[in-house]
């Protein structure tokens, strides 16, 4: 079965320091998809980036980077240069492609609390 | 483009009562998926709606949770009789297709209290 574990519950930075969010996953599957969503106050989960088990290339988005090392089943997400508008509730999430019933739903993580402090 | 709604955004009712939650996804995806976060907890799947047949609904804790999705547009999401455990975030999600290489988009969820 598959698993996600978001082991840092609440960081708490100071407005420009980098910060990275752990994700570490479990699964069987050698096809997969990992996630992140940003969950800002308003409620709504937004989608981050998505990557496929195959590509274990890494991902610059502005001051967002993400590493992915199947070696450790960890997909990690940094933040550089931290603001204020960063403070939110990040997931992790995990998607296996060969899922039986076909709904290929996400598996989440228990979320990371990021408030950063001006 | 609107994105995914949920209505009513916040419910208190009383144990015992009943609850109607409504999503609405982004016109023209096929695809719909009820979450819902306990307090501390994951983000767990519920079900999963391809138009208006349930795809895959391994995730509905128990009978008491209904979920429909008429002409395959809206879909609502009954809970009859309402349990203090069924406290928490229900989350709606809408794809255009199915499988991971679709993002899901949620919405902002409905916070179901029961008391």
């Known amino acids: 079965a598959q698993k996600v574990t978001q082991a840092q519950t609440e960081i708490s930075v100071v407005e420009k320091e980098d910060v990275t969010l752990d994700c570490v996953y479990e699964?069987?599957?050698?096809?997969?998809?990992l996630f992140w969503y940003k969950q800002p106050p308003s409620g709504e989960l937004v989608f981050l980036i998505r990557?496929?088990?195959?590509?274990?290339q890494n991902e610059i988005s502005g001051r967002y980077s993400w590493n992915f090392q199947k070696s450790t089943s960890s997909f990690n997400f940094t933040i550089t240069a931290s603001q204020v508008v960063d403070s939110a509730v990040y997931f992790c999430?995990?998607?296996?492609?060969?899922?039986?019933?076909?709904?290929?739903?996400?598996?989440f993580g228990k979320g990371t609390k990021l408030s950063v402090i001006p | 483009e609107a994105g995914v709604t949920q209505f009513p955004s916040h419910s208190v009712i009383e144990k015992g009562q009943t609850v109607t939650l409504r999503c609405d996804p982004i016109?023209?995806?096929?695809?719909l998926y009820w979450y819902r976060r306990v307090m501390g907890k994951e983000i767990k799947f519920l079900l999963h709606?391809?138009?208006?047949?349930?795809?895959?609904e391994s995730g509905m804790p128990n009978n008491r949770f209904l979920a429909e999705r008429t002409g395959g547009t809206y879909s609502t999401l009954k809970v009859q009789p309402a349990e203090l455990e069924d406290s928490g975030v229900y989350f709606c999600?809408?794809?255009?297709?199915?499988?991971?290489?679709?993002?899901?988009?949620f919405g902002p969820g409905t916070r179901l209290t029961v008391t």
């Open positions: 999600a809408s794809s255009q297709g199915r499988g991971p290489s679709y993002e899901q988009y």
């Open positions: 699964t069987r599957d050698t096809t997969y998809y």
């Open positions: 990557r496929n088990s195959f590509d274990e």
């Open positions: 999430a995990l998607s296996e492609a060969s899922s039986g019933a076909g709904s290929y739903q996400l598996t």
């Open positions: 016109s023209g995806h096929d695809n």
């Open positions: 709606f391809v138009k208006e047949s349930k795809q895959d």
